[in-house]
């Protein structure tokens, strides 16, 4: 009878070179009916057929050159849509934190199987590995030795040693996996998706393998626990839940109500109630310390002193799981909370339409002194042409008071000495006349006489030195203008 199949499931599969993950892919292939994707096989698969993506790709493994990220993500990419209806088992891919970024992108990974084998054993294994140049067969000195030392059991041909199965090689290969696989390791651990499996026999770790899919999967049920409904549950698992739900003593989240109430009734909460009744004023001071701590200090931090709603913050603040809930404090609502802060002189706090709005008050001395200098760089230069004339009048002031008070005088005028006020006016500057040339032209000779369109006016008016130069400008353009037209 075939197994069954599985709800959709998007596995990884990483390992050093040599540690049995080509082995352990076709037995979960096999049993769990993955489809299984290596990108190294479908590169290949893609150079053999001449496609384009094939043929783009081996401009770079024929130069012994790595094929670029781009380039293995696109081909990868493209193999993934064409399964999408598939469980796949991804092996070989990716092996960067950039190509780990581009898959979350288009594929949701429901888990990361991490084969955790020690150097020295792969070292050691990968050291006895000897192949057949001609048909590939792979032989190996422990566990699967040619029945003559050295020849091919099918040929009796020699069999020979790659460079880089030597111990030499291999430590390098493995050091280098190593610093390229850490930094994706710790990018999925962070999504709480690796699964690491350690041994040192491929026989040894497939049962734990195959024991943990098997438990997940039946476990599944509707929604399996690697398909993408409970992938998202376990991620809302780790977010914030319904904080009635919450035991702040006992610092634990409850998942629903029939939780909370077994939480209630075991024997661990009873001892902690026990320990509040004895000092619960302590305790309700302590937990509102820390609420209005950390809260302040988000606004202190995120919004540096701007005005933002007092409910935007508080829904900021509660994202982290760990908080301190306002259940615990003595404040019953964030109103009353706002209201506090206001009158102590933290914040300041204003209501409106749309609720209560907090602006974080800086009285560090540090920030204090940096806003005096913003405010003096940004003094424009209006207010400073007003404080210097402020200070001049100021002056001005000082010295009336200096040379006493100001006396008005009567104006007396002698009858008897009739004097006449004479203005000297300067005597112009001399201008040499500069007569306009006028020169004789088709349109102005009339038998040997200049007729009467020749510039020159017959007023005898005495003209000025700006008008000479206007009339003679005139008379340039004129001229040009005759010109141009005799021309055409």
Known sequence: MPPKPLSLIRAIIMGPPGSGKGTVSSRIV????????????????????????????????????????????????AELNANQ?????????????????????NFLVGVVLNLDVPFDTITERISKRWIHPGSGRTYNLDFNPPVIAGKDDVSGEDLVQREDDKPESVTKRLELYSNMTKPLLDYYSDQDKVVSFSGTETNVIWPHIKKYLEEKTEAMGKHGFLTPKAIGNRIKAKGLQ???????????????EN?????????????????????????????????KDEYVGLLKRRFNGRRVNA????????????????????????????????????????????????????????????????????????????????????????RATDDGPSVSTVLQ???????????????????????????NNALQVDNGKVSKFSGKKK???????????????EAGKKEKKEERFLAC
């Open 30 to 77: 096999t049993k769990f009916i993955f489809h299984h994707i290596s990108s190294g096989d479908i590169l290949r698969h893609h150079i053999r057929s001449n496609t384009e993506l094939g043929l783009e790709a081996q401009k770079f493994t024929s130069s012994g050159l790595l094929v670029p990220d781009n380039l293995v993500t696109k081909v990868v990419l």
């Open 259 to 291: 939780g909370f109430k077994c939480h209630t009734m075991s024997e661990s909460h009873q001892r902690q109630l026990l320990l509040f009744a004895d000092n619960s004023d302590s305790y309700l001071d302590q937990f509102s310390l820390e609420f």
């Open 311 to 398: 409910n935007h913050a508080y829904q900021e603040y509660i994202c982290d799981r760990d908080h301190v809930h306002m259940n615990s404090t003595q404040w019953e609502t964030l109103t009353e909370f706002v209201k506090w802060l206001g009158r102590e002189g933290i914040v300041k706090a204003d209501e409106t339409e749309k609720g209560w709005f907090v602006t974080y008050i800086d009285r560090d001395p540090e920030a204090i002194a940096r806003a005096e200098k913003k405010n003096k760089m940004a003094a424009t230069d209006e207010e400073r042409q007003e404080r210097l004339l402020l200070e001049q009048m100021e002056r001005a002031k000082a």
């Open 459 to 473: 007023s005898d008016k005495k003209r000025s030195a700006i008008e000479e130069l206007i009339a003679e400008n």
């Open 85 to 105: 209806d598939k469980s796949w088992l991804l092996d070989g891919y990716p092996r960067t934190v950039s190509q780990a970024e581009e898959l979350d992108r």
């Open 413 to 439: 005028r002698d009858e008897e000495s009739e004097e006449k006020v004479v203005f000297a006016m300067p005597k112009s500057i001399g201008v040499k006349k500069v007569e306009p040339v006028v020169k």
């Open 242 to 256: 319904k904080l009635k739900f919450y035991c702040q003593m006992c610092q634990k989240q409850c998942r629903d």
